[in-house]
Nanobody, 125 residues
Framework: EVQVVESGGGLVQAGGSLRLSCAVSGVTFDGVTLGWFRQAPGMKREEISC????????YYTDSVKGRFTISSDSVNSTVYLQMNDLKPEDTAVYHC??????????????????WGQGTQVTVSS
């Protein structure tokens, strides 16, 4: 059984930091695209960052570049998202995904793959 479980969300003031973690089990960690997408109420899903475990390529959407950093730990089958200088517009439910395609300039999740229930991130002004 595949499991994707996020943790680390919470309430933080603008300018603060959070580190999200995602434990992945039941899939071969090496060779899969891992990433994060977020969804705010009434908004479309936004793919924000990914990492390719094949070649290490990483992608960030423009709104988080320079503030967020994605990393992976193949020993513990965990992917992280370090979020710094958080802004109120970062408020959303953040989901981890083991799915899609990742390169340095593109992240596509598509409809097939595995993702978790999400963790809420709330940034107050």
């Amino acid at each position: 059984e595949v499991q994707v479980v996020e943790s680390g969300g919470g309430l933080v003031q603008a300018g603060g930091s959070l580190r999200l973690s995602c434990a992945v089990s039941g899939v071969t960690f090496d060779g899969v695209t891992l990433g994060w997408f977020r969804q705010a109420p009434g908004m479309k899903r936004e793919e924000i960052s990914c990492i390719s475990t094949l070649d290490g390529a990483t992608y960030y959407t423009d709104s988080v570049k320079g503030r967020f950093t994605i990393s992976s730990d193949s020993v513990n089958s965990t992917v992280y998202l370090q979020m710094n200088d958080l802004k109120p517009e970062d408020t959303a439910v953040y989901h981890c995904a083991a799915a899609g395609y990742c390169s340095s300039d593109l992240y596509i999740i598509g409809g097939v793959g595995y993702w978790g229930q999400g963790t809420q991130v709330t940034v107050s002004s």
